[in-house]
């Protein structure tokens, strides 16, 4: 995103409690994110990045700890083979240390204990083995918290194998690594989430379309990150059960030539809304989000039937995020 469009949607800020600079690329890259981070803190916003932590040093680090309140960095292996086979060309050694330098250089400079620090574990068939000693790493680091998410979009078949979880049975192997990992976290107090490895009963996804929104690199307003990726062409693809179906790019105003509120407030925006809103009625707000062992918590039977009367719009069909995956 450049400065003239992130400048547009900035006029939306005084109206938004966290801007969240991430999606489908590495925000460390943009030579404005700094810029980014300053007008959104201007505007009284809680600013939030998750990295992939390469290019994590001591400078950025003090940067990070300055300005941000919270960091998520992506490692996604617990060694370095398994890190440097999945992120090719980057160095498990490096990122570590970024890591310390990051947690020394809040320890130095904040007195409120932000920016929250999370390091993220995307789970897939090649690396969670590694997932119990990953959380060792994050407690020897000094990081608030484990985020252990599913590899829950893919847009080829190939990769649908990837994916740990399963909406017929879970590998036994896989329930018991996450039960360890639950007991490690525990015993070393580390904050946790841990997205499970079957379908949940959660009213709907965590993308939380009636309080959050996604704005693309060109100013695009979105419901989320899943129904905007950055490819050519109206169409994106998303694999469901290994089968890959056509998805409509799901946007509804520009920011660079309407305000965040007359987007909001459009019928096709509100009509997309509508059953997200009657589901939170049905469970009565029931909000989603982690529990305390850090799965996620569920609706009982009758809540769940109570909200699934309601379908979820067309272009979320087949989205595991609304399994609570
Ligand atoms: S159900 Fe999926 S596609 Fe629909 S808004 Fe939620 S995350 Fe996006």
Redesign the pocket.
Known sequence: MDMVTYRAVARAFPYVKQVYLDAWGEPLLNPHFWEMVAVARDNGCSVGVTTNGVLLDSRVAELLARNLDVVGISVDGATADTYERMRIGARFEKVVQGIQDLVAARKALRSDGLPLISLLFLKTNENIHELPAFVDLAATLGVDEVIASNLSYVTQPAHDSLKAFSLHAPSPAHIEILEQVRCKAKSKGLGLRLYPLAPKRVP??E?R?LEELHITWEGLVA??V??TLPVAGDIIFRVYEGVRYRVPKTHFGDLRVSTLLEIWEREAYRQFREPFAKRSAACGGAPFGPSGDGGFRELDGPAFDAVTRYS??D??RG?Y??MGL
Do not use: E, G, M
Request: aromatic share 14%; with cysteine; charged share 5%.
């Open positions: 709907f996804c993308a379309p419901p989320c899943y129904l979820l719009p272009a979320c989205c995020k609304a």
